[in-house]
T-cell receptor
Framework: GENVEQHPSTLSVQEGDSAVIKCTYS??????FPWYKQELGKRPQLIID?????GEKKDQRIAVTLNKTAKHFSLHITETQPEDSAVYFC????????FGTGTSLTVIP | GAVVSQHPSWVICKSGTSVKIECRSL??????MFWYRQFPKQSLMLMAT?????????EQGVEKDKFLINHASLTLSTLTVTSAHPEDSSFYIC?????????????FGSGTRLTVV
């Protein structure tokens, strides 16, 4: 099956700075790459996604980039705010999702 | 928008008993649902893919006789943890695939925290 690696596992940034989380995947057939934000004890919430026919997608302060050749994709959060603090998961999917190991982001006020 | 209801949200059971968790798609038909398990501070691990009207497909290392999945209708999938043990304590979460959405949207249930004592 698919193997998704995610780095870093923890990330602390000052409020207003940018945060970048990177993921790699192994199955070149994966064609859908969502990013989820999960707060403690709650369900993951989709924050942005990208399909394999697109190289970059942006939604306000959040952007995702995809390099199909290298099989890696990244989440970029600009102008971070304390409420961005959560665990972020990437996933790679053909049909079912395979999740990365998660990044615990802390935004320091 | 697509809504997935999962019940119960938490359950405590005695070791050796069985627990059933329900996952319902409320406003769409879900021919496929997925079951995940998440241990504290870890990622979501796919356990099985539940297909309406057919047997579930289990991921490697997941005991199909212990984690029984039934997907008898287009809106309901159930996961039964049989003969539960303390090591089965975890956060179980389902997701449903809405084929009616252009991007094959997946919606997650709210999760079930299982504690086996």
């Amino acid at each position: 099956g698919e193997n998704v690696e995610q780095h870093p596992s923890t990330l602390s940034v000052q409020e207003g700075d940018s945060a970048v989380i990177k993921c790699t995947y192994s199955d070149s057939a994966s064609n859908y790459f969502p990013w989820y934000k999960q707060e403690l004890g709650k369900r993951p919430q989709l924050i942005i996604d990208i399909r394999s026919n697109v190289g970059e997608k942006k939604d306000q302060r959040i952007a995702v980039t995809l390099n199909k050749t290298a099989k890696h994709f990244s989440l970029h959060i600009t102008e971070t705010q304390p409420e961005d603090s959560a665990v972020y998961f990437c996933a790679a999917s053909i049909r079912q999702f395979y999740f990365g190991t998660g990044t615990s982001l802390t935004v320091i006020p | 928008g697509a809504v997935v209801s999962q019940h119960p949200s938490w359950v405590i059971c005695k070791s050796g008993t069985s627990v059933k968790i329900e996952c319902r798609s409320l406003d769409f038909q879900a021919t496929t649902m997925f079951w995940y398990r998440q241990f504290p501070k870890q990622s979501l691990m796919l356990m099985a893919t539940s297909n309406e009207g057919s047997k579930a497909t289990y991921e490697q290392g997941v005991e199909k006789d212990k984690f029984l999945i039934n997907h008898a209708s287009l809106t309901l999938s159930t996961l039964t943890v049989t003969s539960a043990h303390p090591e089965d304590s975890s956060f179980y979460i389902c997701s449903a695939m809405d084929r009616g959405r252009a991007n094959y949207g997946y919606t997650f249930g709210s999760g079930t925290r299982l504690t086996v004592v």
